[in-house]
């Protein structure tokens, strides 16, 4: 018998994988999760029915999430991640010398012990002793620091469910005063390719541009994410950190960081949008 991993894009696209097996499932206090072995795609994390993470593509969400603000300030010493409860940030992140404190706020312990048991390649560095996770929820957590960090990444769920205040003005807010001066915000955006995902994109873009004077959007693609093009954003507090004209290309390429898709040149090209990115972000 054929199993079957599936999840609605929107009402009319479905994608799917083929599994061997479950290997954990269960109902934490705020979600549901499940991790499923694939052939094609290794150990996989759903949450609430949706896809998080895949063994095989996870490091390219990880790596444009983490490299693109640590080229533009790789003197960054301070970080909060919010989410990221499967380790794949942190783990990156690790890969810096230079970093002397990554505070991580993940709302779900449930998540990081399911992970750190069959996702062992993203969430081993969780246990690195420059890290300190706080199970909290990010947005009651990021509300209570003034000029803290050097840089916040917002790793989260969609924009619904336990995910859903990470998607708010005042949350914005909240981690443009935890940042210090030269502060940077690095979220994850959506995808701009189906209708209701471009619509959160849209909604997300304005609020962020309402706060930061420099607030640009940049893409991957991940095959496993809805539609397969995904957008991230960049904003920082300080006109001196804008991430095409301020990118350290032979200070990042000194610290001989390994990646598998992150690279410099990428990151100038990640920046180039298509019109009808553009047209949705109001850049056209």
């Given at each position: 018998?054929?199993?079957?991993?599936s999840?609605?894009h929107?009402e009319?696209?479905?994608?799917?994988?083929?599994t061997?097996?479950?290997?954990?499932?269960?109902?934490?206090?705020f979600?549901?999760?499940?991790?499923?072995y694939s052939e094609?795609?290794?150990?996989i994390?759903?949450?609430?029915?949706?896809?998080?993470?895949?063994?095989?593509?996870?490091?390219?969400?990880?790596?444009?999430?983490?490299?693109?603000?640590?080229?533009?300030?790789?003197?960054?010493?301070n970080?909060?991640?919010?989410?990221a409860?499967?380790?794949?940030?942190?783990?990156e992140?690790?890969?810096?010398?230079?970093?002397?404190?990554i505070?991580?706020?993940?709302?779900?312990?449930?998540?990081v012990?399911?992970?750190l048991?069959?996702?062992?390649n993203?969430?081993?560095k969780l246990?690195d002793?420059?890290?300190?996770?706080?199970?909290?929820d990010?947005l009651?957590?990021?509300?209570?620091?003034?000029?803290?960090?050097?840089?916040i990444?917002i790793?989260?769920?969609?924009?619904?469910?336990p995910g859903?205040?990470?998607?708010?003005?005042?949350?914005?807010g909240s981690?443009?005063?935890?940042?210090?001066?030269?502060?940077?915000?690095?979220?994850?955006?959506?995808s701009?390719?189906?209708e209701?995902?471009?619509?959160?994109?849209?909604?997300?873009?304005?609020?962020?541009?309402?706060?930061?004077?420099v607030s640009?959007?940049?893409?991957?693609?991940?095959?496993?994410?809805?539609s397969g093009?995904?957008?991230?954003?960049?904003s920082?507090?300080s006109?001196?950190?804008?991430?095409?004209?301020?990118l350290?290309?032979d200070?990042?390429?000194?610290?001989?960081?390994?990646?598998?898709?992150?690279?410099?040149?990428l990151?100038?090209g990640?920046?180039?949008?298509?019109?009808?990115?553009?047209?949705?972000?109001?850049?056209?």
């Amino acid at each position: 018998m054929d199993l079957w991993f599936s999840e609605y894009h929107t009402e009319n696209i479905k994608y799917s994988i083929k599994t061997d097996r479950q290997l954990f499932g269960k109902k934490s206090e705020f979600q549901r999760i499940d991790i499923f072995y694939s052939e094609e795609f290794g150990n996989i994390l759903t949450l609430d029915g949706f896809l998080m993470v895949t063994e095989k593509d996870e490091f390219i969400y990880h790596e444009m999430i983490t490299h693109v603000a640590m080229a533009v300030n790789p003197g960054i010493k301070n970080i909060l991640v919010i989410g990221a409860g499967d380790g794949g940030t942190v783990r990156e992140l690790a890969k810096y010398s230079g970093i002397e404190n990554i505070d991580m706020a993940e709302i779900d312990k449930d998540v990081v012990d399911a992970c750190l048991l069959y996702l062992p390649n993203t969430s081993h560095k969780l246990n690195d002793p420059r890290v300190n996770i706080f199970f909290e929820d990010g947005l009651k957590f990021a509300r209570n620091k003034n000029s803290v960090y050097d840089l916040i990444i917002i790793d989260s769920t969609d924009p619904f469910g336990p995910g859903e205040g990470l998607f708010t003005k005042e949350f914005y807010g909240s981690c443009y005063n935890a940042l210090k001066n030269n502060g940077i915000l690095i979220n994850q955006h959506e995808s701009p390719f189906y209708e209701n995902d471009a619509k959160a994109v849209s909604k997300i873009n304005e609020k962020i541009k309402g706060i930061f004077p420099v607030s640009l959007v940049y893409q991957a693609h991940i095959p496993s994410y809805p539609s397969g093009h995904w957008l991230f954003g960049f904003s920082s507090k300080s006109e001196d950190f804008h991430p095409v004209k301020n990118l350290k290309s032979d200070i990042w390429n000194s610290l001989g960081i390994k990646t598998r898709y992150y690279n410099t040149d990428l990151h100038t090209g990640c920046f180039a949008l298509p019109n009808y990115v553009k047209e949705l972000l109001g850049e056209l």
